[in-house]
Nanobody, 128 residues
Framework: QVQVVESGGGLVQAGDSLRLSCAAS????????MGWFRQAPGKEREFVAAITWNSGRTYYADSVKGRFTISRDNARNPVYLQMNSLEPEDTAVYYCAADRRAWRSYSSNPDVTDFTYWGQGTQVTVSS
C-alpha cells in the first residue's frame, strides 16, 4: 500500500523559515518525480515545486521562486521543501505527491493531474 506522509508544518511569523518533509513508502519512489502543492481556504490546489527522480531538474511556481527549495534524498526516502522568507500569502495546507510514472521529465511546470499518490497535508500558517 502506497503511503505519502508530510511533516514539518506549523505557525510562524512573516520572514521566518520552515522545512517540510515528505516520507513515502509502498512503492519505488526513487524512480518517481515528487512534488509539493498547496491549497489555501477557498482556493484550488496549486503547484509549488517539483523534483525529478534523480534530482536532475527542479521546477518552481513563480510565487515561490528564490524563496523555496525542493530537494530529495533517495537513500533515506524523504523529499524536503525548504521555505524561507515566508509571507502570509504562503498560508495553506501543503501536500506532497508522487508521480507513479517512472523516470519522467516535464516540459513545463507539472500540475495536479501529473501526480498519482498524495499525502494528507500539513498546515503552514504565516502570521504578519
Amino acid at each position: 500500500q502506497v503511503q505519502v506522509v508530510e511533516s514539518g508544518g506549523g505557525l510562524v511569523q512573516a520572514g521566518d523559515s520552515l522545512r517540510l518533509s515528505c516520507a513515502a513508502s509502498g512503492g519505488t519512489f526513487s524512480v518517481m518525480n515528487m512534488g509539493w502543492f498547496r491549497q489555501a481556504p477557498g482556493k484550488e490546489r496549486e503547484f509549488v515545486a517539483a523534483i525529478t527522480w534523480n534530482s536532475g531538474r527542479t521546477y518552481y511556481a513563480d510565487s515561490v521562486k528564490g524563496r523555496f527549495t525542493i530537494s530529495r534524498d533517495n537513500a533515506r526516502n524523504p523529499v524536503y521543501l525548504q521555505m524561507n522568507s515566508l509571507e502570509p500569502e504562503d498560508t495553506a495546507v501543503y501536500y506532497c505527491a508522487a508521480d507513479r510514472r517512472a523516470w519522467r521529465s516535464y516540459s513545463s511546470n507539472p500540475d495536479v493531474t501529473d501526480f498519482t499518490y498524495w499525502g494528507q497535508g500539513t498546515q503552514v500558517t504565516v502570521s504578519s
